[in-house]
T-cell receptor, first 110, second 113 residues
Framework: KNEVEQSPQNLTAQEGEFITINCSYS?????LHWLQQHPGGGIVSLFM???GKKKHGRLIATINIQEKHSSLHITASHPRDSAVYIC????????????FGKGTHLIIQP | DTEVTQTPKHLVMGMTNKKSLKCEQH?????MYWYKQKAKKPPELMFV???????INESVPSRFSPECPNSSLLNLHLHALQPEDSALYLC????????????FGPGTRLTVL
């Protein structure tokens, strides 16, 4: 079983819709990351969370440490939001790298 | 400068070739990472360098050899690769070891013939 599970795997929505992507993890973590990957490979870090909620523009990320669950919300979605959204965690101390979920492929249609 | 650069962008090599991938950052970050990403799969951690010392090696075959000559530069030396090593190789850096925002380079797309 993967340590980081995301849902849904694929999501197609209309422009303007409110989008929610979910992430559950099964290990103890020191931080959870939401990343965006566009076709061609570039990865951009959207949020790093260890508790609570963060907001940046139309993006909101929340985490519930007790339930080992995080959500990424996109308000007023736009076709340029189309990308793969990846949840990743730091699950150890020290100079640990990230353990990634399988990603959610989001398509926003005009 | 908040950019991680990687060269080359694309690399095609035969199984007997020796080549190197290069990653550079000038943000003063002290942790640097190599990840491997196969098509339609999430990235997988290969190596972590912290303060120019190899901190984590995720059981990567010896045909991949990392090197960190200084705090700004990270190399991945490739030798006797297999076709299944074809993938996108991503470099990332973060200000410090441990949980911190990682900044990713654009990747090198490697094809092994």
């Amino acid at each position: 079983k993967n340590e980081v599970e995301q849902s849904p795997q694929n999501l197609t929505a209309q422009e303007g819709e409110f989008i929610t992507i979910n992430c559950s993890y099964s290990v103890g973590i020191s931080a959870l990351h939401w990343l965006q990957q566009h076709p061609g490979g570039g990865i951009v870090s959207l949020f790093m969370l260890s508790s609570g909620k963060k907001k940046h523009g139309r993006l909101i990320a929340t985490i519930n440490i007790q339930e080992k669950h995080s959500s990424l919300h996109i308000t007023a979605s736009h076709p340029r939001d189309s990308a793969v959204y990846i949840c990743a965690v730091n699950s150890g101390g020290g100079a640990d790298g990230l353990t990634f979920g399988k990603g959610t492929h989001l398509i926003i249609q005009p | 400068d908040t950019e991680v650069t990687q060269t080359p962008k694309h690399l095609v090599m035969g199984m007997t070739n020796k080549k190197s991938l290069k990653c550079e950052q000038h943000m003063g970050h002290r942790a640097m990472y190599w990840y491997k990403q196969k098509a339609k799969k999430p990235p997988e951690l290969m190596f972590v360098y912290s303060y120019e010392k190899l901190s984590i090696n995720e059981s990567v075959p010896s045909r991949f050899s990392p090197e960190c000559p200084n705090s700004s530069l990270l190399n991945l030396h490739l030798h006797a690769l297999q076709p299944e090593d074809s993938a996108l190789y991503l470099c990332a850096s973060s200000p410090r070891q441990g949980p911190d925002t990682q900044y990713f380079g654009p990747g090198t797309r490697l094809t092994v013939l």
